[in-house]
C-alpha cells in the first residue's frame, strides 16, 4: 500500500509542471484582457487624431479646386475614409501573428508607436513646408494620397491586435470620422485656404501622443 501511494504521488508531481503553467498561461491571458481596454470614447479620439493629416490634404485640396461642389467633397472624404480604414484592419491581421510572443511589452509598442506618429505630425506641422496644391481627384492622385495619409493608421492597427478592441467598430468608426473631417477640410480649404492646415497637423500629433501616454499608464496602473 506504501508503494501505491508513493507512485501515485509520483506521478502527481511529474504531470504538475505540465499542467500548471499552461494553466498559469491561460489565466495570465485572461487578466490581460480585463486589464486591455479601449473604450468607443478613446477610438472616437483616436480616429479624431488620425483624421487630421487627411484633413490637412483635404484642405489643401479644396485651396486647389476651381469649383466646390459636394460630389467633389464626398469623393476626397470617401477616398481617405476608406484606406484610413483599411490600413488598421491590415495593421491588425499583422499583430495578430506577433500576439503571444509580444503581450509583455504591448503596451510599450503602443506608446511608441503612436508617441512616433504624433511627433512626427507635429514636426511636419510646425516645418512651415506647403504641400503641392494639385487639383486633379483622377484614380492616380487620390489613390497616392489616399495611402501616404493612411500609413499611420497602419502602424495603430498593429496596436489594435494586442487591446481589447472591436476590430469592425474601431475601422468603422475611424473610416466614417476620417470621412466627414475631411470632407468638411475640403469646403474648410475652398472658403479660408490652407491657415487651419497647421493647427490641424498639430492637434493630430497631441492628440495621439496623448492616447499612447493613457494606454502605457492605465497597463502600469498608474492611471
Not at 469646403?187 to 500629433?205: D, P, Q, R
Request: net charge neutral; hydrophobic share 55%.
Amino acid at each position: 500500500m506504501k508503494r501505491n501511494e508513493d507512485a501515485l504521488t509520483e506521478c502527481a508531481d511529474s504531470t504538475l509542471p505540465a499542467v500548471v503553467p499552461g494553466r498559469e498561461r491561460l489565466l495570465q491571458r485572461e487578466e490581460g484582457k480585463r486589464r486591455k481596454h479601449m473604450s468607443f470614447g478613446a477610438i472616437l479620439v483616436l480616429a479624431v487624431g488620425l483624421a487630421m493629416d487627411a484633413f490637412a490634404v483635404a484642405v489643401c485640396k479644396g485651396l486647389a479646386l476651381k469649383k466646390i461642389s459636394a460630389g467633389k467633397a464626398l469623393l476626397v472624404g470617401v477616398w481617405f475614409g476608406g484606406f484610413q480604414a483599411l490600413m488598421p484592419f491590415v495593421g491588425y491581421l499583422l499583430g495578430t501573428g506577433f500576439e503571444d510572443k509580444i503581450t509583455a511589452i504591448d503596451h510599450w509598442i503602443a506608446f511608441i508607436l503612436l508617441g512616433l506618429i504624433g511627433v512626427n505630425m507635429i514636426r511636419e506641422a510646425c516645418s512651415g513646408e506647403e504641400e503641392d496644391a494639385n487639383d486633379s481627384l483622377d484614380v492616380k492622385s487620390m489613390l497616392l494620397l489616399a495611402v501616404a495619409t493612411s500609413i499611420d493608421a497602419l502602424a495603430v492597427g498593429i496596436t489594435f491586435a494586442f487591446l481589447r478592441v472591436n476590430i469592425v467598430m474601431a475601422v468603422s468608426t475611424i473610416g466614417v470620422v476620417t470621412l466627414i473631417i475631411s470632407a468638411i477640410g475640403v469646403y474648410i480649404g475652398h472658403i479660408f485656404g490652407a491657415k487651419y492646415k497647421a493647427k490641424a497637423e498639430l492637434a493630430g500629433g497631441i492628440i495621439l501622443i496623448l492616447i499612447g501616454l493613457r494606454i502605457l499608464l492605465e497597463h502600469l496602473g498608474i492611471f
